[in-house]
């Protein structure tokens, strides 16, 4: 049964933004005289196409409540809200290195108004990191202290266990009974019971079937685990429109042009020759930061691809 929403909404750019990009625009064209009123509006008509607007996506709750979310959201939000609306409490999201897995799963926080808590799941992580761990107190006595996994299956909210295919079989089977259960036990004994506004997002960079060409050391993850996530799993990829908003919004156009068609001719080249590099998201955020402070392109290119080997570096350039 649906009982969320989502809508998206283009923001309207401000007045002084408009008069911005008008004095501007006048301002590059007023050299070539004759300039008539129809050629001025067609400028500031293209000059405004051009800008780069916010986008706001509003979540409206079943209580009448709405939330808009502060920055724009991973395209594929509406994909993973939906699966929130048709009920499911256990989600996984498989996607790439660096493709936007947290960042969806703190968009889904904040569209829901709930509390956010992760914890990436790798080889040292122990159920004490997940439970929680007793701890000596002023007086001398010990006292069992929850852990922020434990504060929010109880009390409502999301949590991400991001890198579950590299977890520690223990630590899975705690993880196990969470999920199916309804409830988990922590170390001092204590039952608890999951609370109905408790989302718990897995995160994996396989399908849950053992390391890969990319993903060498990953684990696989038995059947029992991945039934938890039954009609409510999503594959996340790269979202080019979001980086094309951030870019274009932080560049110069022809420079950030430039960046955007770099980056997706990269990722087609380790596609395509099964590389085991990634060219994420992060990427194109750190050369953006990189350009802004007056490196170029090449300076980008060069420091990213300095740890290549020659025939790695033949194959992408």
């Known amino acids: 049964m649906r009982n969320e929403s989502t809508t998206t909404t283009l923001e309207r750019p401000e007045p002084k933004d408009v008069f911005r990009l008008l004095a501007h625009a006048v301002e590059e064209h007023l050299q070539d005289r004759g300039v008539d009123e129809a050629s001025i509006r067609e400028i500031v008509t293209e000059e405004v196409a051009k800008a780069t607007l916010p986008r706001t996506v509003e979540v409206k709750l079943p209580t009448g409540i709405a939330n808009t979310l502060a920055d724009a959201p991973h395209r594929q939000f509406s994909e993973l809200l939906s699966l929130v609306e048709e009920g499911h409490t256990n989600l996984l999201m498989v996607g790439p290195a660096g493709c936007g897995k947290t960042t969806l799963a ?93 989302i718990i997002i ?45 870019v274009r919004s932080g560049l110069d156009e022809t420079v950030g042009d430039e960046l955007l068609s770099w980056v ?35 300076d980008v290119k060069r420091r990213y691809l300095q740890d290549w080997s020659t025939d790695e570096k033949a194959k992408v350039c």
């Open 264 to 298: 997706r001719s990269l990722r087609s080249s380790i596609s395509r020759n099964r590389l085991r590099r990634v060219a994420s998201t992060r990427l194109v955020i750190s050369a953006m930061r990189a350009l802004r402070q007056g490196r170029t392109l090449d």
């Open 106 to 198: 703190k968009n889904l926080a904040e569209g829901l108004g709930r509390s956010f808590g992760f914890i990436s799941l790798s080889a040292g992580v122990t159920e004490t990191h997940l439970m929680g761990r007793t701890l000596p107190q002023a007086d001398g006595s010990w006292k069992f202290v929850p852990s922020r996994f434990v504060e929010l299956y109880t009390q409502g909210g999301v949590y991400l266990l991001d890198e579950i295919d590299a977890a520690d079989a223990n630590v899975m089977v705690a993880i196990n009974a969470a999920l199916a259960n309804g409830v988990l036990v922590t170390p001092d004994g204590t039952v608890h019971k999951r609370h109905a506004d408790c």
């Open 202 to 246: 897995a995160a994996a960079n396989t399908w849950g079937r053992g390391g890969d060409l990319m993903y060498v050391g990953r684990n696989q993850l038995d059947a029992s685990t991945l039934d938890r996530f039954c009609l409510a799993t999503i594959y996340v990829n790269y979202d080019e429109d979001l980086e094309a908003h951030l």
